[in-house]
């Protein structure tokens, strides 16, 4: 057995991990941030421990950590995180000093990455990308059935690959970053200037206010006929494929996996994406990149970061 741990801006989720990937106790604790980095490093090791308490005799080979930003893989330091009170932390090593298990932590996109590869919907493939269509746009790369951190564990930022040079500005810095324009907020806020572009618009009736749209709005107009819905998706799918198109020519991996809640639209998103790459795409001859939709939910990060350290 192997503890997973995915650590987010809302929750600290945990579990007891098989070899085989199966998930046999989970627990979650909420995310308090206000007591700064000992607080949140006692509440982790507090998951951990209660963890290792209902493993009873099993045998814990290990504990990982996924978390939500910059995570030096080698050195086990949380380098830096946006939403969570860590810089330069050693996570690992404190979780070590306080359960005497060896502890590895990885950024919880690979995490996902890693479990949807080895257990979930790309199970059959070595090399896949995953993309997760949530507030911005995360990613983990998975290359030869291992992640893929890069020299210093920050490999793998796709949400902040360029689409437009002078395009609209980034918390990032740069300008025109693919996740303004894929990510389920980007899509929340073109369906609001479609809104208020088209008053007779269907998505006024869905979401009943600006207030209230979400990354359906537009989706579920687009099943009613709606116009300007339609037209929404359509770009937004553009937007999404033409970050596609980019990672496939770079990597040209035998699968990218799509997660997040914009994912659950299925062939709705992927049907447009797929005839966009077929199109557009540089290799256009012999074996072509698949795409799958995610399967494992929310346990991915937990599962994944179980087999971080392999």
Same mark, same amino acid.
């Given at each position: 057995?192997?503890?997973?741990?995915?650590?987010?801006?809302?929750?600290?989720?945990?579990?007891?991990?098989?070899?085989?990937?199966?998930?046999?106790?989970?627990?979650?604790?909420?995310?308090?941030?206000?007591?700064?980095?000992?607080?949140?490093?006692?509440?982790?090791?507090?998951?951990?421990?209660?963890?290792?308490?209902?493993?009873?005799?099993?045998?814990?080979?290990?504990?990982?950590?996924?978390?939500?930003? $910059?995570?030096?893989?080698?050195?086990?330091?949380?380098?830096?995180?946006?939403?969570?009170?860590?810089?330069?932390?050693?996570?690992?090593?404190?979780?070590?000093?306080?359960?005497?298990?060896?502890?590895?932590?990885?950024?919880?996109?690979?995490?996902?990455?890693?479990?949807?590869?080895?257990?979930?919907?790309?199970?059959?493939?070595?090399?896949?990308?995953?993309?997760?269509?949530?507030?911005?746009?995360?990613?983990?790369?998975?290359?030869?059935?291992?992640?893929?951190?890069?020299?210093?564990?920050?490999?793998?930022?796709?949400? $902040?690959?360029?689409?437009?040079?002078?395009?609209?500005?980034?918390?990032?810095?740069?300008?025109?970053?693919?996740?303004?324009?894929?990510?389920?907020?980007?899509?929340?806020?073109?369906?609001?200037?479609?809104?208020?572009?088209?008053?007779?618009?269907?998505?006024?009736?869905?979401?009943?206010?600006?207030?209230?749209?979400?990354?359906?709005?537009?989706?579920?107009?687009?099943?009613?006929?709606?116009?300007?819905?339609?037209?929404?998706?359509?770009?937004?799918?553009?937007?999404?494929?033409?970050?596609?198109?980019?990672?496939?020519?770079?990597?040209?991996?035998?699968?990218?996996?799509?997660?997040?809640?914009?994912?659950?639209?299925?062939?709705?998103?992927?049907?447009?994406?797929?005839?966009?790459?077929?199109?557009?795409?540089?290799?256009?001859?012999?074996?072509?990149?698949?795409?799958?939709?995610?399967?494992?939910?929310?346990?991915?990060?937990?599962?994944?970061?179980?087999?971080?350290?392999?």
């Amino acid at each position: 057995m192997r503890i997973g741990i995915d650590l987010g801006g809302t929750n600290i989720a945990g579990g007891l991990v098989s070899d085989d990937g199966k998930l046999v106790y989970k627990t979650s604790i909420p995310t308090i941030t206000d007591k700064g980095e000992e607080g949140l490093l006692s509440a982790i090791s507090d998951v951990v421990k209660e963890i290792i308490t209902k493993a009873g005799d099993e045998k814990i080979t290990c504990v990982g950590i996924g978390v939500p930003g $910059h995570a030096d893989d080698q050195r086990g330091i949380v380098v830096y995180c946006n939403n969570i009170p860590f810089v330069n932390t050693d996570l690992a090593g404190y979780i070590t000093k306080e359960t005497n298990l060896p502890c590895y932590i990885g950024n919880d996109a690979n995490a996902a990455a890693l479990a949807e590869v080895r257990f979930g919907c790309a199970k059959e493939f070595d090399n896949a990308v995953m993309i997760t269509l949530g507030t911005g746009i995360g990613a983990g790369l998975i290359i030869n059935n291992r992640i893929f951190a890069g020299c210093n564990g920050a490999a793998g930022e796709i949400g $902040h690959i360029c689409l437009y040079p002078d395009g609209i500005e980034c918390n990032c810095g740069r300008r025109g970053c693919y996740e303004l324009y894929g990510s389920a907020t980007a899509l929340k806020r073109q369906t609001r200037e479609a809104m208020e572009n088209n008053p007779d618009s269907k998505m006024w009736e869905i979401a009943g206010s600006l207030d209230e749209v979400n990354g359906k709005t537009a989706f579920d107009a687009m099943r009613l006929g709606d116009e300007a819905g339609i037209a929404v998706v359509e770009q937004y799918t553009r937007y999404v494929a033409t970050g596609v198109l980019d990672i496939i020519n770079l990597l040209c991996p035998e699968c990218i996996i799509f997660g997040g809640g914009i994912a659950k639209e299925g062939e709705n998103l992927l049907g447009p994406i797929r005839k966009i790459v077929k199109k557009e795409c540089y290799s256009d001859y012999g074996r072509q990149t698949q795409f799958q939709i995610a399967e494992l939910g929310n346990d991915a990060g937990i599962i994944g970061a179980a087999f971080f350290g392999e």
